[in-house]
């Protein structure tokens, strides 16, 4: 059975990994700086956003649905019926609202399964990538869903620390983090993304340094010796990243560990002094 997998840039997924797989379609949302439209990773990138973001205005907004569009035409083209679309939280952004809106067009003439990730980032990335091993291996779209349900909501965490917390409240995603008392007493939070897919404190440090520590034990405690993936997510600063998977490589059974770059839409309500940690178990 052929399934095209459509999934958005929130998910942060490499170009390689993208040009690798043939049934997977990535739309871009999209940042605004300074009244002008970019596609995120495709018309701008986080080095540029991180270069500019305290001198101008930047914002977020959904994808284009012409974007959406033509890959329904693309995938039409090469007979494909079955489409499964995962989508970045929808406790964080309206795209899974938007897509949902716009199926009603297509749902006619394909046969849509819509997942909200409750997720983004890496996280959201490693649903995508555990859908395409499945798609692979012939595995029905309900089995996916369960296995993908499985993976979010009990085999993984995706956990974050960030210096400030301004451009989370530029950006309005500061969901149900504490906010201004942090900054003030230098107490940095350690974020994750609940099972209702917004934004909560996990735990805190006082400083940065004792924050990734604290990360580290979170994903010790959660997977002790099981054998794990792991990404590191880094804002504009790739040699603590990397010092930081060196540290996480010791403390836990890693099989593979990716180092990225947040994606600049997210990086965004970030900023650039941000680090996080997304893990999988492997089964």
Request: net charge neutral.
């Amino acid at each position: 059975m052929k399934v095209a997998l459509i999934t958005d840039s929130g998910a942060n997924l490499s170009k390689e990994f993208i040009a690798k797989h043939k049934n997977l379609y990535v739309i871009p949302l999209m940042i605004i700086i300074d009244g002008t439209s970019y596609r995120d990773q495709v018309e701008v990138t986080a080095e540029e956003v991180y270069q500019q973001i305290d001198e101008k205005h930047m914002t977020t907004s959904l994808p284009n649905m012409d974007d959406l569009k033509d890959i329904f035409e693309n995938i039409k083209a090469k007979g494909i019926k079955d489409v499964l679309v995962i989508n970045i939280s929808s406790g964080l952004s309206g795209t899974y609202n938007a897509f949902r809106l716009a199926f009603e067009t297509y749902q006619q003439s394909f046969n849509i399964t819509h997942y909200d990730s409750k997720t983004l980032g890496g996280a959201q990335g490693y649903l995508v990538e555990e859908a395409l091993e499945l798609l692979k291996k012939d595995v029905a779209i309900p089995e996916i869903i369960k296995a993908l349900d499985q993976q979010r909501y009990h085999d993984s965490l995706a956990i974050y620390t960030i210096n400030t917390l301004k451009y989370l409240k530029k950006g309005g995603r500061i969901g149900k983090v504490e906010g201004t008392i942090g900054d003030i007493l230098r107490i940095k939070p350690v974020i994750t993304v609940n099972d209702e897919g917004v934004y909560i404190t996990l735990s805190k440090g006082f400083g940065l340094t004792r924050s990734l520590l604290k990360m580290k034990d979170l994903l010790v405690e959660k997977f002790g010796d099981q054998t794990i993936d792991l990404t590191v997510h880094y804002g504009n600063d790739l040699e603590k990243a990397e010092s930081l998977a060196q540290t996480l490589k010791k403390a836990l059974h890693v099989r593979n560990v990716v180092l990225s770059p947040l994606t600049p839409v997210l990086g965004i309500h970030t900023g650039p002094m941000m680090f996080s940690f997304i893990a999988r178990k492997i089964n």
